[in-house]
């Protein structure tokens, strides 16, 4: 059974940062394939970020060029380095991962869910 921890989520102002952390309680190669999503009130729970096990990575418009998702092997921890943070990036995090190689946005693809970890940007 792998266990995903998420950890780095807070309160912070525009334009601020925040540095989110995953760490998986399984060796890296069983979960080559991970990713962040994200679920704001009232709406669906979308991709933000993914890793394939190519090293491929893929973002979600929204956040092009703010966020960077990243891998320590090492460590069996998942990142999202989130810069330029805005009120809309206000919702809970999640980190998930799952035994296949792609790096994908979807949501069903995923085995492994964290708990999550709440993200909150004022004005």
């Known amino acids: 059974q792998v266990q995903l921890v998420e950890s780095g989520g807070g309160s912070v102002q525009a334009g601020g940062s925040l540095r989110l952390s995953c760490a998986a309680s399984i060796y890296s190669y069983s979960t080559p394939s991970m990713a962040w999503f994200r679920q704001a009130p009232g709406k669906e729970r979308e991709g933000v970020a993914c890793l394939g096990s190519n090293g491929r990575t893929r973002y979600t418009d929204s956040v092009k060029g703010r966020f960077t998702i990243s891998k320590d092997n090492a460590l069996n921890t998942l990142y999202l380095q989130m810069n330029s943070l805005e009120p809309e990036d206000t919702a809970m995090y999640y980190c998930?991962?799952?035994?296949?190689?792609?790096?994908?946005?979807?949501?069903?693809?995923?085995?492994?869910w964290g708990q999550g970890t709440q993200v909150t940007v004022s004005s």
């Open positions: 998930a991962a799952d035994s296949g190689t792609a790096c994908s946005m979807y949501a069903v693809l995923y085995n492994y």
